[in-house]
Nanobody, 120 residues
Framework: QVQLVESGGGSVQAGGSLRLSCVVAGYSGSSYCMGWFRRAPGKEREGVAVIDSNGMTNYTDSVKGRFTIGQDNAKNTLYLQMNSLKPEDTAMYYC??????????????WGQGTQVTVSS
């Protein structure tokens, strides 16, 4: 059974930083996509950043240059470093994972989410 457990959310003022972590357990595939989605109140779910098993990354335009996705395979952990946070980054952030597909636009497994709140 695949389990994704996020941590690191919280409240921060605009311009601040947070680092989200996601421990991935039970996923054995060597070819994968992993990433972060977010959902803000009243808005559609949005893909934030993805990384595949080749180390390729992709970001939604609104976070490019501010967010960095990374992974520590030895710790089975996915990270999202978020800098220069803006109030519009306020959302529930979800860690996702699944088998590799081109574009990494499919998420088979979801974590429970961690809340990020950015105040102005």
């Amino acid at each position: 059974q695949v389990q994704l457990v996020e941590s690191g959310g919280g409240s921060v003022q605009a311009g601040g930083s947070l680092r989200l972590s996601c421990v991935v357990a039970g996923y054995s595939g060597s070819s994968y996509c992993m990433g972060w989605f977010r959902r803000a109140p009243g808005k559609e779910r949005e893909g934030v950043a993805v990384i595949d098993s080749n180390g390729m990354t992709n970001y939604t335009d609104s976070v490019k240059g501010r967010f960095t996705i990374g992974q520590d395979n030895a710790k089975n952990t996915l990270y999202l470093q978020m800098n220069s946070l803006k109030p519009e980054d306020t959302a529930m952030y979800y860690c996702v994972a699944g088998p590799f597909v081109p574009g990494c636009n499919v998420a088979n497994y979801w974590g429970q989410g961690t809340q990020v709140t950015v105040s102005s």
